[in-house]
């Protein structure tokens, strides 16, 4: 069984564990992203094309939190964005890679379409602002130009965090986010629009990390 489930409060440094381990499981898996990610999706992409079926999916948010729990042996594998065919590389990857050390087991690319989500009852007239990803909104720079000329644009963790702050009311109720299909369901939100992003063939390029030995 491939079972997710939202990381526990990190603490970098801290007493507080990455990773809290409930039953038994083949293989623990981090990602770089909320519960609805791409780096989530992407990562039950890599378990059925590896033939893994008892995998927990640990959402820890940042690669950085990932390559750490790696590399303490606190999972068993990191799956993280490196590059996209539209936003170019991922500079987190890039500023991380030299400080912590890892095994890259595979690369694989994960066909990323980004939809235009928003609380229910919402129209486009009520959006003030949206809120996505750095990544995400790259990938959809061309469109929020054409679309959302003069429309507040901010930066966000996360995608999927986004779209659960949104419906958790840590957003104002006049934000859309840039976020996975799956994300409106999981967090009940509508699609305003979407496809969004710029480039059709929109793919992203995922590392499978093992920890260095």
Known sequence: MLTQRPAPPISVGGTTPLLRIEGEFTMRIGVSGGVGSFSAEAACQYCVSETITDAEIEHMIFIEHVLIALEKG?????????ENSNGRM?????T????????????????????LLALPGKT????????????????????LKTEWYGTEVTEYIDTATAAKDLREGKLSTDSAVIAARSCAKLYDLEILDGPVQDDRYNYTTFVAAERYV
Do not use: T, W
């Open 74 to 82: 606190e999972i068993d594998l990191g799956i993280f964005a490196i």
């Open 90 to 94: 991922v500079v987190e990857y890039f």
């Open 124 to 143: 486009r007239a009520d959006i003030r602002q949206i809120v996505s990803q750095k990544q995400a909104i790259k990938q959809c720079s061309g469109y």
């Open 96 to 115: 991380h890679i030299a400080r912590y050390r890892f095994n890259p087991k595979r690369l694989f690319e994960f066909q990323v379409h980004h939809m």
